[in-house]
Nanobody, 124 residues
Framework: QVQLVESEGGLAQAGDSLRLSCAASGRTFSNYAMGWFRQAPGKERVLVAAISRAGVNTYYPDSKKFRFAISRDNAKNRLYLQMNSLKPEDTAVYYC?????????????????WGQGTQVTVSS
């Protein structure tokens, strides 16, 4: 099994940029497709971005592809989410997730392992 730990999110102003990271341990990181999700209070957990094992393929919901960028460094066992032009509606708990599979996984139920989540708060 793989363990996932997100970096501390924090507080940002609208328009700021923020980079989240997710540290993986326990198994070979490059065997896992990865994803970032977020969950706002009272709302369901939704996909922010997903990436394949080698980082060749990425997926973004239409609403995210221009401001967010997912990447990974398999040598460092790290997953990243670069968030630009932050908006108050980006406020949520952000989670990284892993699935030992080829390709990109775009649904929450498709992932087997989850981090504990990190709070990102964007003020106007």
């Amino acid at each position: 099994q793989v363990q996932l730990v997100e970096s501390e999110g924090g507080l940002a102003q609208a328009g700021d940029s923020l980079r989240l990271s997710c540290a993986a341990s326990g198994r070979t990181f490059s065997n896992y497709a990865m994803g970032w999700f977020r969950q706002a209070p009272g709302k369901e957990r939704v996909l922010v971005a997903a990436i394949s094992r080698a980082g060749v393929n990425t997926y973004y919901p239409d609403s995210k592809k221009f401001r967010f960028a997912i990447s990974r460094d398999n040598a460092k066992n790290r997953l990243y989410l670069q968030m630009n032009s932050l908006k108050p509606e980006d406020t949520a708990v952000y989670y990284c997730a892993a699935k030992a599979i080829v390709g990109v996984v775009t649904t929450a139920r498709g992932y087997d392992y989850w981090g504990q989540g990190t709070q990102v708060t964007v003020s106007s």
